[in-house]
């Protein structure tokens, strides 16, 4: 049956016709999804002129008009009716007798209605008031009657809320923030109110709302996909439950899910979520947008004052190779080129988290479509953006739905799609799988002083629950997965190795911990073998704590908590005869003797540049051959003849000439028989934080003035971040710094975990020189945004320092760090 036959129908049968036909079009299934709503909304405006019509006789100057949902022509079964009856004034008393005949009816059908009746004047008062009323307006349609007042209302309306818009965006966004908070975010809820939670039908009507401004205007891809999407679902949900609910229960979604034609509930709440994401990412944007463009114009009649009028060009600071921040989000530099740098996505996206900034719209659009593909395995630098973006804590989540939202996270991770949106049947989470995963890693950056390796610590985050989009054992599923993942991205077989375990095992110390006996040797025994090993142990404790604390307030406590730290104590017993012993000195290369020598003929510092690889990791079982070398970035090897202030001096020049250290080593360098003199060598790996490399002269002068106190580098520095202050979007976890006195027989091993910063080698050197210590042999690591840096020290006799007074350093050295 058509929609003109309803119609027909009901013409001449009063409230019952409208009602058997109304009846029909939501039973016969002939119709469903806009369709139906449309005509659902063509068949009631026929019947209310109808009553229209009949009720108004000669009376001239009104109009019946439909507002908000029903404005829109979007009628769900069990909807409302939302109806503003428009009068001139001129006679109050008919109108409301008018009003009756038509409200009654409806409200004998069982119809749930929202009126009013107003005139023009009136209608625009309540709105300026009333910002619920003013929405509902903008979609204001004409049914019956005075089709000129109608539309004179519209127009003003629309003019009202165009001037009015600085004041009264705000206003929205604040309703839609309060609402989010009330009843959370429908893309991760189990039982989503599909109208009222964050991402709903109520965001989707505020877009609208933002773009009827001329303010600003959403991103459109996709929006109008999941408006419908997330409508179609509420008409099944009415006629399910034959009630007004925008509740999508539990008991209700297997019935919901038939009557879509879906597979299940879950393939149900999937694309829900889908739906939900795609207006929540958009809505962000656009509320972002909102809040520049606001900005922008309070400013700029000041700024022309001051500057004599014409158009400012809107300041761009660079954050790194190819990434700029602007007007508050991160965009590309007008020299980037996406189409032949691979790894920008990630460099974009880590800039961003690290800055605390967003992602532009037009920025991430531009990598989605013009990128080429990262080469299988990652070149070392995609790698550790990689890193960095997941230990920058909480704004990793929104740079990261920025990528997602663009499809480049599962451009880069194809496994990604099997947990994209994947509901969690479990009342303990509170996330979907994917979401899950990068609250792990938000929670995990905080851990990183905690453990060795934090970039294995992150990366076993993102993927420690890959495997649940797979049948069987999700862990064991993940473990397969990671191994493969893990190859591609570019860690080397061990690295791979320790990554697998900690997905497989990674309910492991919890499960145990909490369901067995722990005096019962044979289940620490059973532990100890799983884990294999200290270090990963050290990563597998915090791996667990992370992944509890993303679950779910209900996941962890300070009583497991407790049962896990005792399970760690009891199988790092059990593990502690496995330490390796402490590895001979390396010797000395032909190059670095010659350059020793020279810096012994010479009395100071000589130094080499020279690009560096590294030879291509041994690929994971299954994983592509590797042909060829990968680029690291620039060697710098350095001789000098012993003094005190060498680390200091160095590690302060190069922060000076903005170079990066990803990894360092010092030692003493033994000379050839004959040649008297002790020289120190440092060999680092470094990289222009942005720009060129300095020339190797420049180095070395700055060097030789570093070591001979001309050079005031602390004063250069603190110039430095005076004039262009770092962007603290990040708040990390506090540095810590701890003594092993154990790890070697030769000297104290002061291990410092930290943030890594400009200048923080230097802050350490000094420290270290402040203490009257001297530095055997350091070294020092920066994985992602983390800096792992151990320091050989012993007193200045050469012997190990005694315990109270090595604590005595590390504590003075943490106080130094946290200043």
Known sequence: M??????????????????????????EGAQSGPPRRAALAELTDDWLAGLFTAGAGALRGVSLVAVGGYGR????????????????????????????RIWYPVWDLGLALDHSVRTPAQARGTAGEDLKVQLGL????????????????????????????????????????????????????LEPDLKEARGGLRDATALRAVAASWLADAPREGLADARRRLLDVRDALHLTTGRATDRLSLQEQDQVAGDLGLLDADTLLRQVYESARVISYASDVTWREVGRVLRSRSVRPRLRAMLGGGKQPAERSPLAEGVVEQDGEVVLARAARPERDPVLPLRAAAAAAQAGLPLSLHAVRRLATTVRPLPTPWPAEAREQLVTLLGSGRPTVEVWEALEAEGLVTRLLPDWERV??????????????????????????????????????????????????????HSVAGEIIARDVAGRIGFDRADVAVLSTL?????????????????DPATVRLVAEAVGSQST??????????????????AWSSWRGSLVADLVRRVAAVLAGDDPEEPEPAAATTEQERLALEAVATGGPVLALRAQTEPAPQPAEGAADVADPEPLGVELVIAVPDQPGVLPAVAGVLAVHRLTVRTAELRALELPQGVEGSVLLLNWRVAAEYGSLPQATRLRADLVRALDGSLDVAGRLAERDAAYPRRRGVV??????????????????????????????FRIGRALEDAAVRVRSAHVSTLGANAVDAFYVTGPEGAPLPGEEATAVARKLEETLRG
């Open 2 to 27: 058509t929609s003109t036959d309803v119609r027909n129908d009901a013409e001449d049968s009063g409230p019952s016709g409208y009602a058997a036909a109304r009846l029909r079009l939501l039973t």
């Open 73 to 100: 022509g979007e009628l769900s079964p069990r909807s409302d009716l939302d109806l503003l009856l428009l009068h001139d004034g001129t006679d109050p008393a008919a109108v409301a007798a008018l009003a009756d």
């Open 138 to 189: 903008l979609d204001a349609r004409h049914i019956a009657g005075d089709l000129g007042l109608t539309a004179g209302l519209r127009t003003a309306v629309l003019a009202d809320w165009r001037n009015q818009a600085p004041k009264r965006l705000p206003e929205l966004q604040e309703l839609c923030a309060e609402r989010a908070e009330r009843q959370g975010e429908a893309q991760y809820l």
């Open 420 to 473: 994209r949106c994947r509901p969690q049947r479990n009342a303990v989470h509170v996330w979907t799988v994917d979401r899950h995963l990068i609250e792990t890693a938000v929670r995990a950056s905080a851990f990183t002083r905690r453990v060795s390796r934090p970039d294995l610590l992150l990366v076993a985050a993102l993927l420690h629950d890959i495997g649940k989009g797979w049948p069987g054992d």
């Open 503 to 519: 997905v497989r095992h990674h309910l492991l110390l919890v499960d145990t911990a909490t369901r067995r006996d722990l005096e």
């Open 537 to 554: 142990l050290e990563l597998l404790h915090a791996l667990t704590e992370a992944d509890a604390l993303a679950t779910g307030p209900a």
């Open 732 to 761: 990390a976890p506090p540095p810590r710094v701890t003594v092993h006195p154990t790890a070697s027989r030769l000297a104290t091993v002061i291990e410092v975990r930290a943030q890594d910063a400009p200048g923080l080698l």
